[in-house]
């Protein structure tokens, strides 16, 4: 594994006792054309019972950022560094015997599509109670209860009939009920949603996102949720990730990060999505360009090429200094908080109105 050059400055885990504790995270592809800098410095905490929600746009590094966490990237085609926390145990250099015991009951993750993790030979039962068994050493019988309740804790019709149904014997929304169901199996400590319910229909999406919220009671659950969807993320999360080429660019609770949002790439985001109460006729404003390439990202603060505001930071910081982003409340951002604050009161509280 090569050791990539720490960011100066940047928190070690020493600083922290969060449950889960990820610490100038990186995380690069070795591809045909080059080096992928997928994550590229990321630093963020999570406690035991709270939901940390990830927003970004497309490739801005969410799911290799969780894929990593659950250590599912091939050593072969990854270079990983930093450090990852878990309860106090080191992920990044864990073996992955110790990471398959942990993926099994520590941690667990729903996938945006159900046919990443349910396989098409298995009965939906048998993928639910093997693991259970295996992490548990419960009964056969134990196990069965488990999956059905589990199964129709989800919202799975008829679910002892059901367990012996092949994947493809369920709809769409049922695969995806049936894969959450997999994932609560063994009340994971940490559970990794990434756009877990886009698929569903609008009822079976507040169901589940009730059930997950029930279950973070009930057992103190630390979730970290992707998605698209402002209205989900704001019911949903405690704290906000702003995420954009790989590094994290903004952090808060929910409500400073969608109420009063500091970084000129989150108020992009933010114009460019449906507001929470907006009806349908409300004018969204995109960001202009594209994500960069994470092959040759670009120098200094990533989103230089796209930000309407970076002639109002003297000099060439903007192109050549990468702008830190401080602990706690925060973004990564050259601008001095007045400049932020007359431009977001002038230019940017209006249009999320
Ligand atoms: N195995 C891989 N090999 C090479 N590049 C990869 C690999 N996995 C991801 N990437 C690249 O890493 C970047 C981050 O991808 P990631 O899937 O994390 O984005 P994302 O934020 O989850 O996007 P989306 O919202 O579309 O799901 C992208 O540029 C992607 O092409
Ligand atoms: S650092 Fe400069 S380019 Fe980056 S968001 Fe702030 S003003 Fe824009
Ligand atoms: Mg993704």
């Known amino acids: 594994m090569t050791t990539l050059t720490k960011e100066s400055g940047a928190p070690t885990s020493a600083d922290t006792d969060a449950f889960l504790s990820v ?23 999570l406690e035991r019972g709270k939901t940390l929600g990830i927003v970004g746009e497309s490739g801005s590094g969410k799911s290799v950022t969780n894929l990593t966490i659950l250590g599912l ?23 992955e015997s110790e990471l398959e015991k942990l993926r099994g009951n520590k941690m667990a993750m729903i996938f945006q599509d159900p046919l990443t993790a349910l396989s098409p030979y298995y009965t939906v039962g048998r993928q639910l109670s093997e693991p259970y068994i295996k992490h548990t050493g419960a009964s056969k019988k134990e196990a069965k209860d488990r999956a059905v309740q589990m199964l129709e804790k989800v919202g799975i019709p008829q679910p002892k009939a059901r367990f012996d149904d092949y994947p493809h014997q369920f709809s769409g929304g049922m695969r995806q009920r049936a894969m959450i169901a997999m994932a609560l199996m063994c009340d994971p400590d940490l559970l990794i949603a990434d756009e877990p319910t886009t698929a569903l229909d609008v009822t079976v999406q507040a169901q589940i996102l009730d059930l997950l919220k ?7 659950t630390a979730i970290i949720f992707i ?16 995420m954009y080429a790989g590094r994290a660019v903004e952090r808060g609770s929910v409500k400073e990060v969608l109420h009063t949002p500091k970084h000129p790439y989150t108020w992009g985001l933010l114009s460019s999505m449906p507001r929470l109460d907006s009806d349908i006729h409300q004018a969204l404003t995109p960001i202009p360009g594209s994500p960069p390439s994470l092959l040759t990202p670009p120098s200094g603060c990533p989103f230089h090429p796209r930000c ?20 706690g409340r925060a973004a990564a951002c050259h601008l001095t908080a007045e400049q932020r ?13």
């Open 73 to 95: 990237h091939n050593p072969q085609f990854s270079t990983i560094d930093g450090e990852i926390l878990l309860d106090g145990k080191e992920l990044i250099t864990a073996r």
């Open 341 to 353: 604050q007359t431009i977001f009161i002038d230019q940017i509280q209006p249009r999320l109105r």
């Open 308 to 327: 309407a505001f970076k002639s109002e930071v003297p000099g060439t910081a903007c192109t050549d200094e990468r702008p830190p982003l401080a602990e």
């Open 227 to 242: 998605t698209h969807d402002l209205g989900v993320i704001s019911n949903m999360a405690d704290d906000l990730l702003v």
């Open 23 to 45: 610490r100038d995270l990186r995380v690069q592809f070795k591809t045909e054309d080059g080096i992928v800098k997928a994550v590229d410095g990321l630093t963020f905490d």
């Open 214 to 220: 029930d279950l973070q009671q009930e057992f103190g």
